[in-house]
């Protein structure tokens, strides 16, 4: 970050930051951040406030309050605490309804015939545009903490995954990191889900990070966050994998 940057920060937090009880009243309760330091919910506050000063959240059949905006902004964050705001730039809008919502879409096969396809999700993230997500699903994560289940971290994984050009299950890596090892170690996974489905039976996680390699990611970083023993006691590679990336220990924080 140059001086300028830094400057523009400062001002930013000067004029825009989250009062500290507002703050307070949200994060507390929440168990995804029990574990943080003290110096760790401060910075937290200040990637909030940075996040909410440059995105516009917008309700769609629902009124966006000052502590759901909060919420979102601080479950965004958390995913790039040790990585930095830097990463969620490049689009703005956040659009929230009320609960999971229906899309309607064409998909083409290998052999060029186009098939309709309609769904109901709890949350959808666009190249270069914006972040949808379901209230009521969101609500339903945070009573839930321990259900792996975050649909905020879901998409902003998809939006660090796609900072490679598209969501494939491989973010743009630190140059610490070896590529053959994370593809390995999400491929095992990745590939011992689909064995398990295919013979029915139970799931560590949540079967949806079968559907493709970007959903493998964005699943198996809620589990990081929220359920990091479940993770790591099943795929602890890839555990060790998201550690690295994220620079972040949360089973360490629940010790």
């Known amino acids: 970050m140059n001086c300028i940057q830094r400057a523009y920060r400062r001002y ?30 401060a910075h937290l506050r200040e990637l909030a406030s940075v996040f909410l000063y440059h995105k516009t ?4 059949g629902i009124s966006i309050t000052p502590p759901m905006a909060l919420t979102i902004a601080a479950l965004a964050c958390l995913p790039v605490l040790k990585l930095g705001i830097g990463l ?27 098939h309709p396809q309609a769904r109901i999700l709890s ?16 609500h339903y994560d945070v009573s839930n903490p321990h259900s792996g289940q975050n ?39 990745y590939q011992a889900l689909q064995t398990s489905l295919n013979h029915h039976h139970h799931t560590a996680i949540n079967p949806y990070a079968a559907s ?22 099943y795929f602890p590679e890839l555990y060790r994998q998201l550690q690295l990336y994220y620079r972040q220990d949360p089973l360490l924080r629940q010790n």
């Not at 796609?162 to 390995?184: D, K, Q, S, V, Y």
Request: proline share 6%; charged share 15%.
């Open 12 to 41: 930013i937090l000067h004029r825009h930051s989250i009062p500290h009880s507002e703050w307070a009243a949200v994060i507390e309760p929440m168990a995804v951040f029990s574990g943080l330091s003290a110096v760790e919910k």
């Open 88 to 114: 969620l730039t490049g689009w703005r809008y956040i659009l929230i309804y009320p609960d999971a919502f229906y899309v309607k879409r064409a998909q083409t096969d290998a052999y060029g015939v186009v």
């Open 57 to 60: 959240i917008d309700g769609a």
């Open 123 to 138: 949350g959808e993230a666009w190249q270069n545009g914006p972040v949808i997500l379901s209230w009521a699903d969101i």
């Open 212 to 233: 493709d390699p970007a959903e493998c990611f964005a699943v198996c970083s809620e589990y990081f966050f929220c359920a990091p023993a479940i993770l790591h006691q």
């Open 151 to 189: 649909v905020v971290i879901h998409e902003i994984a998809h939006k660090l995954d796609m900072l490679n050009g598209r969501a494939n299950g491989m973010p743009p890596l630190h140059t610490c990191m070896i590529i053959t090892e994370w593809t390995a170690a999400f491929s095992q996974a």
